[in-house]
């Protein structure tokens, strides 16, 4: 029983890590529209086949960044900018 | 009045089939690309459906009388006829469905409600097909008449609009089209889907396969000429939702709905009609003994629940999300129109019928032969496409040889056909 709770503890402590850690990585609708026009902002579409092809929602000037290609295109991207990636 | 039910049931399965969102992507994007080509493409192409279908229906001929089975054993083979039968409905049934499916979600999620997760509609409507192909197959029918009629309104309502009215831009000047033989070859693709008439009270089969060809006919090359008044051909080329461009461009946000239901439903009506045809098939191959029959529709339910299962995997593992679904798509539509080209050849040799007849299957047969063969080696990915294709086959004739070769081995198996 001991562990099983300390196991849920440990979890629990991980998630609320994560959740914590994320906060500052995740960008709302919103706060990404506001910032479109700023130069310093390279968005990549990381969809890929249908779930890209299928959605009318695709932001302008975003680049096209399939997930399985990472490696052909993360070592193109400028490092001093705002790098926002967008599934949906 | 029955009459007049089965009727609209035999036609509803084709031009449901006919007006899934793949065709209309493909519709679109030939629109933009072959330019003026695009008309006589269209129409070369339902010409060629329409000898094909008189072929293969005809009440007077051979073939209208007995099932492409039975013709296929006889023009190729049983192995091999069957197992070109299995592996393009199969592959079709299963590519089609993952794929449209995931477009009707993506269409309700964007269009309908924003918080409704896409994934989710597509697993509610791929468990509303399963229930009513489980519990009756008239509950299938009903709801495949149901989807075809509310597709045809929407799509009625948004061609008569776009026609009445004129664009609110001036979108001249168009560019970007192309010749291209491949490309024009590529229309046949459109009107696949008009030889699944199903064996009912309806006994001439080839009414409804002509009925659904008119229909489909008439429907894209308005919708064609329609998108090329509304959208620059360029736009229309490139992108990847052409039909719900041009929808936005003649009605606006009504547009966009009315479109929505078209895919909606007709992603639906395509899913539900290849499971209703599989149905039949699955039956079929129970007839010549190549599948266990079990009796009654277990067979059927049995493939429902089987192919149900498999499309869900599919889309779980991200098959949806992998671009080579395209490729897959595109092979397992080439392997339909290679199963009607031997269709219509198997049945042009057969030594009973006429030689009116023979010309016109032998003409259908190679055109759709040839373009299948064109398609399949100019295809930019060709090497993928004729790997997945042969490999489709080869698991085809595998499936179909291995209750014979159980039934062989033990003989008591025999029973359950």
Redesign the interface.
Same mark, same amino acid.
């Given at each position: 029983m001991r562990h099983l709770v300390l196991l849920v503890t440990l979890l629990f402590t991980l998630g609320m890590a994560s959740a914590a850690w994320s906060e500052d990585l995740i960008m709302d609708k919103d706060a990404l529209s506001s910032m479109l026009s700023e130069p310093d902002l390279v968005v990549l579409d990381v969809?890929?086949?249908?779930?890209? !092809? !299928?959605?009318?929602?695709k932001i302008k000037n975003a680049m096209r960044a399939?997930v399985g290609e990472y490696k052909d295109w993360s070592a193109s991207l400028p490092k001093d900018k705002t790098l926002v990636t967008y599934c949906? | 009045m029955v009459i007049m039910r089965v009727f609209l049931i035999s036609a509803s399965i084709p031009i449901g089939v006919m007006l899934s969102p793949e065709t209309l992507i493909l519709l679109g994007n030939s629109a933009g690309y072959n330019g003026i080509i695009f008309y006589m493409s269209v129409a070369a192409a339902a010409v060629v459906c329409f000898i094909c279908a008189c072929s293969i229906f005809y009440p007077g001929s051979v073939a209208g009388e007995e099932n492409e089975l039975s013709l296929l054993t006889r023009g190729i083979g049983r192995f091999p006829g069957a197992s070109l039968v299995l592996s393009a409905r199969l592959a079709m049934t299963l590519l089609a469905a993952t794929s449209v499916l995931v477009i009707a979600g993506y269409a309700f999620n964007e269009i309908f409600l924003y918080w409704f997760p896409n994934f989710g509609f597509a697993f509610l409507l791929l468990g509303l097909i399963l229930i009513c192909n489980l519990l009756r197959v008239s509950w299938a029918t009903t709801l495949q008449m149901l989807l075809v009629v509310f597709t045809l309104l929407s799509f009625s309502i948004l061609l008569i609009s776009g026609l009445l009215s004129a664009p609110a831009t001036d979108i001249t000047p168009q560019g970007g089209e192309h010749v291209s033989l491949a490309a024009a070859a590529g229309a046949l693709l459109l009107f696949l889907g008009f030889d699944l008439i199903i064996n009912s009270e309806q006994k001439n089969k080839l009414i409804p396969a002509i009925v659904a060809i008119s229909t489909i006919f008439m429907l894209f090359v308005l919708w064609g000429a329609v998108s090329r008044t509304y959208v620059p051909t360029t736009s229309l080329t490139e992108s990847t939702l052409p039909h719900l461009t041009a929808a936005r461009a003649v009605m606006g946000q009504n547009g966009r709905l009315l479109m929505g239901i078209v895919v909606i439903c007709g992603a639906t009506a395509t899913v539900n009609g290849l499971f209703i045809y599989m149905g039949q098939t699955v039956r079929n191959l129970a007839v010549h003994e190549l599948l266990p029959s079990f009796g009654g529709d277990t067979l059927q339910r049995l493939a429902g629940i089987l192919m149900a299962v498999t499309i869900g995997i599919l889309m779980m593992t991200g098959l949806a999300g992998d671009p080579k679904l395209t490729v897959y798509y595109r092979g397992a539509l080439l392997l339909w129109l290679l199963l009607l080209a031997v269709r219509c050849l198997a049945m042009a040799c057969q030594p009973t019928v006429s030689k009116h007849f023979s010309i016109l299957g032998l003409a259908a047969g190679c055109t759709m032969g040839i373009t299948s063969i064109i398609i399949w080696f100019t295809a930019e990915y060709r090497r993928d496409l004729i790997v997945f294709s042969l490999l489709v086959y080869a698991g085809g004739l595998l499936l179909v040889m291995v209750w014979p070769a159980m039934v062989k081995l033990f003989p008591k198996l025999k029973k359950i056909n």
């Open positions: 969809r890929t086949g249908k779930d890209w !092809s !299928s959605s009318e929602f399939p949906a | -």
